[in-house]
């Protein structure tokens, strides 16, 4: 399955479109008060790595109470990641569609995961929060990435 996605030229232009996908897509979360809620409730200590653009983003609940999210995307987080995952940009965009599952991705050998087994499973399906928005925007205005 993920080959026949692969295939499919969804790829990011550079590492700055994937940079101000997330961003877009964290703030759009962080704004909403149901999924942003239920993601700080969980105590998020993520960071997501793809090498392959050199970029990394570290997604933490925030302690403001005015948000639910923090991320960076720049230096160290004020936390320690309780989760890493590592994957190439392409399977980072299907996994944030919901067309990758990340324990058959790990099993395949594209994903690295690093970290607490208890956080994985609380965070790993929590993350689906993100997906609605990912999908929405990416549908909107960067077509080429839609799966």
């Given at each position: 399955?993920?080959?026949?996605?692969?295939?499919?030229?969804?790829?990011?232009?550079?590492?700055a479109?994937m940079?101000?996908?997330?961003d877009?897509?964290?703030?759009?979360?962080?704004?909403?008060?149901n999924?942003?809620?239920?993601?700080?409730?969980t105590?998020?200590?993520?960071?997501?790595?793809?090498?392959?653009l050199?970029?990394?983003?570290?997604?933490?609940?925030?302690e403001d109470?005015?948000?639910?999210?923090?991320w960076?995307?720049?230096?160290?987080?004020?936390?320690?990641?309780?989760l890493?995952?590592?994957?190439?940009?392409?399977t980072?965009?299907?996994?944030?569609?919901?067309?990758?599952?990340?324990?058959?991705?790990?099993?395949?050998?594209?994903?690295?995961?690093?970290?607490?087994a208890?956080?994985?499973?609380?965070?790993?399906?929590?993350?689906k929060?993100?997906?609605d928005?990912?999908?929405?925007?990416?549908?909107?205005?960067?077509?080429?990435?839609?799966i």
């Amino acid at each position: 399955m993920a080959t026949a996605t692969r295939n499919s030229g969804a790829r990011f232009r550079s590492a700055a479109e994937m940079r101000e996908l997330l961003d877009r897509v964290l703030a759009e979360v962080d704004g909403d008060e149901n999924a942003g809620s239920l993601l700080r409730s969980t105590g998020m200590h993520l960071r997501l790595r793809c090498p392959d653009l050199e970029l990394e983003v570290n997604i933490g609940a925030s302690e403001d109470p005015d948000h639910y999210l923090e991320w960076s995307f720049d230096g160290t987080p004020p936390w320690k990641p309780k989760l890493e995952l590592t994957m190439d940009s392409v399977t980072a965009n299907e996994f944030l569609q919901g067309k990758t599952s990340i324990p058959v991705a790990i099993a395949r050998g594209q994903v690295q995961c690093a970290g607490d087994a208890r956080s994985a499973l609380l965070y790993l399906p929590a993350t689906k929060l993100i997906t609605d928005s990912y999908r929405a925007i990416v549908a909107a205005e960067y077509s080429h990435l839609a799966i």
